[in-house]
Structure formats: C-alpha cells, structure tokens
C-alpha cells in the first residue's frame, strides 16, 4: 500500500491534487457525548448559563469544518459549499452529525469529522459545570461520495 502523505524518502508532504477533476465530494460524519441527566434537560430547556449550547455548538462546528486546514497539517484549505451540522438530543446525550460538501479535486471527509468534534468539544465546555463526566465518543466517517475512489458507507 502507497501511503499518499509520504515522498519517497518518507518525509511527509502536501498530496498535489492540482490534476484531480473538481467535482462533487460529499461526506458525512457522526459522533455522540454522553450527559448526565440533569445537564442534557438543562441543554434541552436552554437553561445552561453560558446559553444556547445547540446553536453555539453548531456554529462552532461550522467555524471547525471551515478551518480544517488549520488544525489538520496536511489538509488543503477547501473551499467548502455547504456544512449541514445537525445536534440531536437522545436519551443518554447529544448525537451529532455534520455533512459537508465541496467542489473540488479531493474530498471533505475530515472537514465532516471536525465539524462534529468541534461541536461536541463546544456542548462539553459549555456544560462542564454540570457534567464533567460527559464522554464523547464514536466519532466516525459514516459516508462520502464523489472523487476517484468514488462513494463509500460504513
């Protein structure tokens, strides 16, 4: 297998993608934090001091989706089409799942996986005071599509 962020010497690089077709990439992510109870009703009521977890937490992970490249070292700097970041409440926590999507010569999938890590990093800081015994896990590339290596599913 041919690891495409090495040169031949094994020195990491920057994947030219000059050469690749810009066409549709799309890729969705998910991931869920697990809160206390008294803590997911005080973020379901928006009763948590510092706000509106929800809304700052997707906010906040449209902001990480779009600053990947900043955060990622061998990521290039895309510039992305559309974040859909979508916070549901269950009865053990917050799921998470962002879909990113780009016209370009590579894909978006770690723009989705940070778009849902940010966002849950965002719902833990902001609901410490309550739980700081939430658990985020699960974070996962659920599909992509679009490219050379074409769609895959988990």
């Known amino acids: 297998m041919t690891l495409t962020h090495l040169d031949a010497q094994g ?3 920057m994947v030219d993608v000059s050469a690749k077709a810009a066409t549709r990439r799309e890729a969705v992510a998910e991931g869920f934090i697990t ?11 928006q009763a948590v001091a510092k706000g509106d977890v929800l809304a700052v937490a997707r906010v906040a992970g449209i902001m990480g989706a779009k600053r990947t490249a900043d955060l990622i070292p061998l990521c290039h700097p895309l510039p992305i089409d559309a974040v859909n970041l979508d916070l549901a409440i269950e ?5 998470a799942t962002a879909t990113v999507a780009t016209t370009r010569g590579t894909g978006v999938e770690m723009e989705a996986l940070t778009a ?5 990093l ?8 309550m739980d700081r015994g939430m658990t ?12 050379r290596s074409g769609d895959w599913v988990a």
């Open 11 to 13: 020195a990491a690089r």
């Open 35 to 45: 809160i206390a109870d008294t803590a997911l009703v005080a973020i379901r009521d």
């Open 91 to 95: 009865p053990t926590g917050i799921r």
């Open 116 to 120: 849902v890590s940010v966002a849950l």
């Open 122 to 129: 965002t719902i833990y800081d902001m609901a410490k005071a």
């Open 136 to 147: 985020i896990a699960g974070v996962r590339l659920l599909r992509k599509s679009g490219g």
